[in-house]
Structure formats: structure tokens, C-alpha cells
């Protein structure tokens, strides 16, 4: 096995290796193309906040490694800013995402977990994946957004097209971007027509009142980066936060003994098997050192999280699920400027996943050991998780 394949079927086992051996070692990146990869704490900490370390892809030299390609419309937004344009546009969208805004939607949040719980009955078995983990977070994004019932589509197809395309069928990446980019088109049409009070609406209008602040492109790439990252982490993060636990029966049953303890096990979790594997691609703007390796300017950076998260240097017995640990610090949805707009969001929806799938069955266990994660080296999610419960 090649170290990609590794870094895919067996990332913590490769990452473990690369961090024993050398802080930053170069390698071929998702698509093929040579990157950097940085594995330890204290380094992809740093790195994160490393104003010269660029998301911008102007910096990035011929032949590196670029990360997805998209059309201009979908292209222009966070993951690809660096200030003022970063600044200006997370200011728009920042106030959607505060704690206090969050806290305001866990009611509807827990409704419609409910919803989808009862759904699935009283006992039986079921792909939680499918059935609740991804479910959950789409509709919550799409209230969010203000995207009607009629006009919700698989979105999971299209993220797993970008995040884990599939080398049997090379035009589902295009085919999916030429989707979502129809979706988006047609949707702010649409609330232009009908707006109403949701976040798509007031970023309609202040794109319509005053140009300045958020061009086309602007308004219609951060519309697909909501909906994209609002549903990619999240849904990742409760499968992996309920398999940790099925994986783990003595702390799910200390977890059901005190829930109070659940805010803090998200962070455990996120910390454990975070959503992402590594952080947005960086592109240097000089030539830097980084954990002592010499980097040149242009080429491609990749922060593992998943390593620095598991790294013993900054958490003891790093590769043991510990819900009473002090998980404080992990990097798993970011740090500095480009930490996760969306992180209260996920965390409470991961929080109200876990306490009404608990609160609903007493009895949940998997109904398979052999589990699939989805073949990427930049996300970590399962493909299906098949559960047996019973209340």
C-alpha cells in the first residue's frame, strides 16, 4: 500500500508515522499533485494562523495542488479569501452563526430530531447515516438559508462527488458542479421573487443595495459554501460521534448516567475523529520554515488536523476515546481567522443528535463491525453506519 491509499484506509496508523519521523514530509496530494503535509501540534497550530500561508489560489505555483476546481461563481468565497476580502465577507455572514443566534435555533433543532426518530419506530435496524445523521443537518441549513421544502435536493451526492469523487466515474465531479451551480443560479432567483426572513434573503439585499459589499459571485459562492460545509461537517460529525460511542459501550453508559457531560464529549468527539482530515490547502506568499523544513513559496501546505488532534505531545493516550478528558484546544474545526464560521452550529446539532438518539432508545449497538469510510484524504465520515435499537 502507497502512502496515499495509507492516508486514506488507514490515516491515524500513517499519521502516526509521518509525525514519528519528521514533522512535514512531501507528498502527493488528493488529486496526485506534490504537497507538503504537516502532522504535529504545535506546527499545524501555528500554521493555521500564519498570515503567510495563503488560501488564495494566486499564490500557488504551476503543478501544485490546488484543491477542488469551480467556476468563478462558486469559487469566490471564504476557503479561498485571505483579508480584507475574508474580513469583509465572514462580517456579512458572522452574525447568523453567533452563540447566542445558535442558541436560539436549539427548539426547532431537537423538533426535528424528533422527527426523524420517529420515523424510524420504536425498534429495528436502519443506516443512522442515512436515516438521521444526514438528514439532520440538511434541514436545519436549509431553514437557515430559507431553502423550501421543494427545492431540496441530494445534496449528499454532490459533497461526496468533491470530497470522495469516485476514480470509476471521472465526469460526477463536473457533473455535480454544473448541478450546483444550476441549483444556486435558480434558488436566488427564486428568493429574489419571494424573499423572506432567512439569511439567503439579507444577502440578497444587501448584494442588490449595495454591490460593494458582496458582488454575484460573492453572494452565490458563500450560499454554496453554507450549505456545503453547514452539511458536510456536521453530518460527519454525529456518524462519527455515535460510532465512537458504540465503539466505546462503558461511556455511552457513563454518558447516559449524566448528560450534562455531552457539551464537553463533542469536543472529544471532534477531537477523536473530527469531521476533516485536513484543513483548507495552504499556498505560502515567501519562502518559510515550517517544523524546521524549508518550504518554498507557491507550493502546496496541507494542515492535517486528525494528526495534530492525536498528537501525544499535546494529548495524553491520544488514540483512547476519553469523554472525561479536557479536549480544549483540539484543532479539529480550525484555529484563527479561518476557524469554522459554522463551529456553534455543528457542535449543537452534534449535541442534540446524540442526546435524543440517547434519549430515545436504551438500547442502540452496531449491526455490523466491517464499516466503510468514505475514500478521501481530506474528509472523515462513514458511508453507512447499520444500527439495531430498540426504546
Not at 93 to 110: M, N, Y
Not at 120 to 136: E, M, Q
Not at 239 to 255: D, F, K, M, S
Not at 371 to 389: D, E, F, K, N
Request: hydrophobic share 40%; net charge negative.
Amino acid at each position: 500500500m502507497d502512502l496515499q491509499d495509507e492516508l486514506i484506509d488507514s490515516p491515524y496508523d500513517a499519521y502516526s508515522r509521518l509525525r514519528d519521523t519528521s514533522p512535514v514530509h512531501r507528498i502527493a496530494g488528493p488529486n496526485g499533485d506534490p504537497a507538503w503535509i504537516v502532522t504535529r501540534y504545535a506546527d499545524v497550530r501555528a500554521a493555521l494562523a500564519d498570515p503567510r500561508l495563503s488560501l488564495n489560489k494566486k499564490y500557488a505555483l504551476e503543478g501544485a495542488y490546488r484543491g477542488f476546481s469551480l467556476p468563478p461563481a462558486l469559487d469566490a468565497n471564504l476557503l479561498n479569501m485571505d483579508p480584507p476580502d475574508h474580513t469583509r465577507i465572514r462580517r456579512l455572514v458572522g452574525r447568523a452563526f453567533t452563540a447566542r443566534r445558535v442558541e436560539q435555533l436549539r427548539t426547532p433543532i431537537r423538533e426535528t430530531a424528533d422527527r426523524l426518530l420517529d420515523s424510524l419506530g420504536s425498534h429495528g435496524s436502519t443506516d443512522l447515516v442515512a436515516a438521521y445523521a444526514a438528514p439532520l443537518p440538511i434541514v436545519v441549513i436549509c431553514e437557515l438559508l430559507g431553502i423550501p421544502d421543494d427545492r431540496r435536493v441530494d445534496f449528499r451526492t454532490w459533497t461526496d462527488a468533491l470530497v470522495a469523487p469516485d476514480p470509476g466515474r471521472p465526469q460526477a465531479t463536473k457533473e455535480a458542479v454544473a448541478a450546483m451551480l444550476g441549483f444556486f443560479g435558480e434558488l436566488l432567483a427564486h428568493k429574489r421573487e419571494q424573499p423572506g426572513a432567512d439569511l439567503l434573503s439579507e444577502l440578497i439585499t444587501v448584494r442588490d443595495t449595495d454591490g460593494d459589499r458582496l458582488s454575484e459571485d460573492e453572494l452565490t459562492s458563500l450560499a454554496f459554501l453554507i450549505l456545503f460545509a453547514g452539511y458536510e461537517n456536521t453530518v460527519q460529525l454525529i456518524g462519527n460521534a455515535v460510532l465512537a460511542l458504540l465503539r466505546h459501550p462503558e461511556q455511552l453508559a457513563a454518558l447516559r448516567e449524566d448528560t450534562t457531560k455531552l457539551p464537553a464529549a463533542v469536543e472529544e468527539f471532534a477531537r477523536y475523529e473530527g469531521p476533516a482530515l485536513l484543513a483548507i490547502r495552504r499556498f505560502p506568499t515567501e519562502d518559510m520554515t515550517i517544523g524546521g523544513v524549508a518550504v518554498p513559496a507557491g507550493e502546496t501546505v496541507l494542515l492535517s488536523l486528525s494528526a495534530a488532534n492525536r498528537d501525544l505531545a499535546r494529548f495524553a493516550d491520544p488514540d483512547r476515546l476519553d469523554l472525561e478528558r479536557d479536549a480544549g484546544g483540539h484543532l479539529a474545526l480550525g484555529h484563527g481567522i479561518h476557524y469554522c464560521l459554522g463551529a456553534p452550529l455543528a457542535r449543537a446539532e452534534t449535541e442534540i443528535a446524540v442526546a435524543a438518539l440517547l434519549d430515545r432508545f436504551k438500547v442502540i449497538e452496531p449491526a455490523q463491525d466491517d464499516l466503510q469510510w468514505r475514500p478521501s484524504m481530506r474528509a472523515r465520515g462513514l458511508l453507512t453506519l447499520p444500527v439495531t435499537y430498540s426504546s
